[in-house]
């Protein structure tokens, strides 16, 4: 078997559904719309929180990073996997493997600490709203905004590096759409186990202390919208939550299983579904749940299209 290491190494081929070839031109199809719709989506969301003066607050600063990491994530995964249902070419260069890794990482850590701040923030506001100013504070939140990306650079950085420090072996075939780290590393022919320790560790780490921090505060968020005296503020503090919870249990749920489990927990046909869960659901359901569960969010975008529709009367 030829033996192929991190300097030597120039291409992957990545399988994709290749064992359902009959399905390859309506699955392009379907995630083609998908991505675009997904782009459109978090676009408008970005935009108009971009544009409406009253939208600059921590909860919608934070939703506009979040809407940025989902193009950016989509960004990362989405045309190469058109590539890979339309052609047959393929091929993913080494480097191009690497940087494709390198943004799914960074980006779904980042992902991870961020929706952890969304959490602390409407913990802020529903338990503690007269000193919400203080405690939400423009320093806090550029604080925990930066923390979120540094880590989600760091752990990116970290996770890539090794996993690509290690030697390959041929056939360099990959049996998943697009260079996730556990596909990848069943091509490697060398001891891994220290490695997987680390990662088992790392995702612990990544994913559980922030899903832990979130459990923990909408514990606390559940109590006190219990002991608020008006429906009507009950209904609201709960509306506001139950957009950020979805979110959270899409991405939290699918991501966990992919990365938290054993080697041989299930075949490669469902590891590419459950990846498609995180990687595609998750960005394009995101401006749903936001824009039509919030109100401010739906009088933000009706501001935006009358504004637009002003500027073409003009």
């Known amino acids: 078997m030829k033996r192929l290491n991190h300097s030597s190494a120039v291409e ?10 009959e399905l390859q031109e309506q699955l392009f199809g379907i995630f083609l719309v998908v991505y675009l719709v997904t782009l459109i989506g978090n676009s408008i969301i970005i935009g108009a929180i971009s544009l409406e003066q009253s939208l600059h607050v921590p909860m ?6 979040l809407s940025v990491l989902e193009v950016s994530f989509s960004a990362a995964i989405m045309p190469e996997m058109l590539v890979v249902l339309s052609t047959k070419n ?3 260069t080494f480097a191009g493997c690497f940087a494709q890794m390198y943004f799914i990482v960074f980006l779904g850590g980042t992902e991870c600490f961020l929706l952890g701040a969304m959490a602390y923030d409407r913990y802020a506001a529903i338990c503690h709203p007269l000193n919400y100013p203080v405690i939400m504070n423009k320093s806090v939140f550029i604080k925990l905004l930066i923390f979120s990306w540094v880590s989600g650079i760091l752990v990116g950085t970290m996770q890539t590096n090794w996993v690509f420090s290690f030697p390959f072996c041929g056939p360099n075939e990959i049996n998943h759409l697009f260079c996730e780290t ?3 590393l069943e091509l490697v022919c060398a001891d891994t186990s220290f490695y997987e320790m680390y990662e088992f560790t790392g995702t612990i780490l990544i994913v559980m202390v922030p899903f832990l921090l979130i459990f923990l505060s909408y514990t606390k968020i559940l109590f006190a919208i219990l002991k608020m005296p008006s429906n009507t503020g009950r209904q609201k503090a709960f509306i506001t939550c139950a957009s950020h919870l979805t979110s959270v249990t899409l991405f939290f749920g699918t991501a966990s299983l992919t990365y938290i489990q054993p080697k041989s927990g299930y075949s490669p046909e469902t590891k590419k579904m459950l990846s498609l869960a995180y990687s595609l659901l998750t ?3 995101n401006p749903l749940i936001y824009s039509l569960r919030n109100s401010e969010m739906k009088r933000a975008l009706i501001k935006l299209w009358r504004r637009k529709i002003d500027l073409h009367s003009f």
């Open 12 to 21: 992957f081929i990545l399988l994709g559904f290749s064992t359902f070839p």
């Open 60 to 65: 919608y600063l934070f939703l506009l990073n």
């Open 90 to 92: 393929t091929v993913i």
């Open 182 to 184: 556990p596909p990848v």
């Open 283 to 285: 960005p394009l359901l």
